[in-house]
């Protein structure tokens, strides 16, 4: 094993991949996917892997991507600017209920979660009439949103208004946490839900149009891109910056809404937002690296410049931490964004059984039906393992063990 803490894997005519994964599985399927995406000749420097990695839809989950001259639309993905968000309240554990339940229900009750379609039902995960003050919070956004639909008319059909503060379905989650001084968390994932979605698979699909317009042949079509200088690279660029700030406004909504039907549920007077974090983990953003400007596509991995706090979620029964960033040049500044999955979705649902699940998650209110064993704490791989190796990526200032976990 490598003395440094990342192995380098060099490409035949592409950059290095550098891959933070000591005491931590790679599957083949994501080397393989990562050595494709090393090839392309816009890739700068190196691609770094963060040791959460798994295999991705376009890209690989867990890496950053840095490009000159061009942006990979699928490598952002159709999550865009997915991440989480973490507040720290004056409560602290013997402030809470002995029975969680009517929390856990109570936030269920304030958030909109999951997703129900049938045939003149309405979705659960969305708003029938939004409350007034999610009108207020949409007309921050709507101006820009609006003139994206005056180029692209399509995208003004997605749920944009109806999901804002809402959760989402999958990996999203909302949870109550204590931190290693027994002080109470909120803490919550999720992204730009069904309009970014709209806006990422929009331009993926753009930009395959594009290459075959321009006989570009490509390892995998996943991979094509908008070069910098054309229509629809600035358009993608705004659109995207548009759906990260949809999703950081998504969370701060719901956060806001969670407070109050906390406050609802414990009649002790509290403070909340006292250390506040708010972190995409899907998205692209220009930033200064060794010594050039350059494009980097975060896919499942979070900004740890210097000081900059972020957040490392483990799974639904194990620790998540609150960590703040080293500012590792060689990771262009970065770290995991959680402690990434060791199963499919499909693989945990045939081989992880109901009484594991429920095991696995003891201690912690949330679901404990065959219908979340794609979520259960088997199919990721372990925190601390995670954690090890990127010490030199993050510092952990607090240590966070869920208490409510409350899954869309």
């Known amino acids: 094993m490598s003395t ?3 192995d380098t894997i060099p490409t035949a005519g592409g950059v290095p991949v550098k891959l933070w994964t000591h005491g931590v599985p790679v599957d083949d399927k994501a080397r393989t996917q990562l050595m494709r995406t090393a090839s392309m000749p816009f890739i700068f420097h ?3 892997v963060m040791p959460d990695v798994h295999p991705g839809i376009g890209a690989t989950v867990g890496s950053v991507i840095p490009t000159k001259g061009a942006i990979i639309p699928a490598a952002v993905g159709v999550d865009i600017g997915c991440g989480m968000m973490a507040a720290r309240t004056s409560l602290m554990a013997q402030d809470l209920p002995d029975s969680l339940d009517r929390l856990r229900a109570a936030i269920e009750r304030a958030v909109p979660h999951g997703r129900s379609v049938g045939r003149g039902k309405r979705d659960d995960g969305a708003w029938g009439a939004p409350p007034r003050a999610i009108v207020a919070a949409w007309a921050t956004l709507s101006a820009r949103f609006d003139r994206l639909c005056e180029k692209y008319p399509r995208l003004s059909k997605a749920n944009h208004l109806t999901h804002l503060g809402t959760l989402g379905t999958g990996n999203h989650f909302i949870e109550l946490c204590l931190d290693q001084d027994a002080r109470v968390w909120i803490m919550l994932h999720s992204g730009s839900r069904g309009v970014g979605n709209a806006i990422g698979s929009f331009f993926i699909e753009l930009a395959r149009q594009d290459m075959r317009k321009w006989f570009i042949n ?7 891109y908008f070069p910098e200088g054309t229509d629809h690279f600035d358009d993608y660029v705004e659109a995207v910056g548009w759906a990260q700030d949809f999703a950081a406004l998504n969370r701060r909504v ?5 407070i109050a039907a906390l406050r609802g549920q414990i009649s002790k007077p509290f403070d909340a937002e006292m ?4 972190c995409h983990h899907n998205y692209v953003s220009r930033e200064n690296h060794f010594g050039e400007s350059v494009l980097v596509t975060r896919k499942g991995a979070v900004r740890a410049s210097k ?3 972020g ?3 483990g799974s639904m029964g194990a620790k998540s931490f609150i960590v703040r960033g080293l500012g590792n040049p060689e990771s262009f500044e970065s770290c995991s964004h959680g402690a990434g999955r060791v199963m499919s979705r499909n693989e945990a649902k045939k081989l992880v059984t109901l009484d594991e699940h429920i095991h696995d ?4 209110c949330c679901r404990k039906d065959a219908s979340v064993i794609d979520e259960t704490p088997r199919a990721y791989k372990p925190i601390d393992a995670v954690m090890a190796a990127q010490a030199d990526l993050v510092e952990i200032l607090h240590t966070l063990k869920q208490v409510v976990c409350v899954k869309g």
């Not at 490509?218 to 094509?224: G, N």
């Not at 719901?254 to 969670?258: D, G, L, Q």
């Not at 998650?361 to 912690?364: E, F, L």
């Open 4 to 6: 440094a803490p990342y």
């Open 46 to 48: 190196h691609v770094a």
């Open 218 to 224: 490509l390892p995998d079509e996943d991979l094509a």
């Open 254 to 258: 719901m956060m806001t809404n969670i």
């Open 275 to 278: 250390e506040a974090v708010n």
């Open 307 to 309: 000081g900059t706090l």
């Open 311 to 313: 957040i490392i979620p």
């Open 361 to 364: 998650t003891q201690g912690v």
